[in-house]
Structure formats: C-alpha cells, structure tokens
C-alpha cells in the first residue's frame, strides 16, 4: 500500500491542509487550515486510503495528529465522516489513538472536539 502525501495549498481564498498517511508505520497526521471550495473532493482519497489500510491489515495500528488552525463547517463534516471510518476500524480490530491539538485560545475549536469526542465514542487526547 502506497503512503498519502497531499501538500498544503493556499489560493486566493481557499486552503487545504496538509496529509500524511504512512502505509508502514500507521503514523498520519493533517495539519493546516482546511478551507476548501470542494471539501468532499478533496477528501475522498483520505477516506478511501484509510479504508484500504484497515481492509488490508484489519488489526492495524493508526495514530493519527490534527493540529488545524482553522477548519470551516464542510472541513467539520469530512472530519466527522473521518473519524467515523476509524471508529469502524477498531470496531473490526484495529488500533486507533487520535491526538487533537488545539490552540489555547480557540474554545470553538475545543467544543467542536468534545462534541466529536462525545458523538463518536473516540477516546481523542487534546493537547493544548
């Protein structure tokens, strides 16, 4: 399985974050800003690397970092849509450990991850 690399790019007025998924090691991580004209295209290849990495190694091993600066509502969603996939997977026996990191003063950000926390069942470690 190849590993996902999408660059960080900003346009006049939209952003889109940077992803990392390694294949071999289960270590992946966004990071950025998440302003996207066309959020489901844009993270249609997230979801369907992840669920190629569970259905090919079901008790794989995942840790995943988000450290967003901003995010808008339809970036939310696709975030939902994220980890409700990862959800699945420890469901079907994989390990999953989430860290979010916020920034201090950003309590939207905070309730949006506690909303996540409580909707999803995730166990998601908060770093400040």
Do not use: Q, R
Request: aromatic share 14%.
């Amino acid at each position: 399985m190849d590993n996902l690399l999408i660059k960080e790019e900003e346009n006049n007025f939209f952003c889109s974050p940077k992803i990392d998924f390694n294949a071999a090691n289960g270590e992946c991580s966004i990071s950025g800003e998440s302003f996207i004209e066309n959020t489901v295209e844009f993270y249609c290849p997230v979801f369907e690397w992840i669920k190629n990495f569970f259905s090919e190694t079901p008790d794989a091993t995942m840790k995943l970092s988000l450290d967003f600066s901003y995010y808008n509502t339809s970036s939310s969603k696709a975030l939902y849509d994220l980890l409700f996939l990862l959800k699945k997977g420890t469901e079907n026996g994989a390990t999953v450990k989430i860290i979010w990191k916020i920034p201090e003063d950003d309590f939207e950000m905070e309730d949006d991850v506690i909303d996540i926390i409580s909707e999803t069942g995730l166990n998601i470690d908060i770093v400040y």
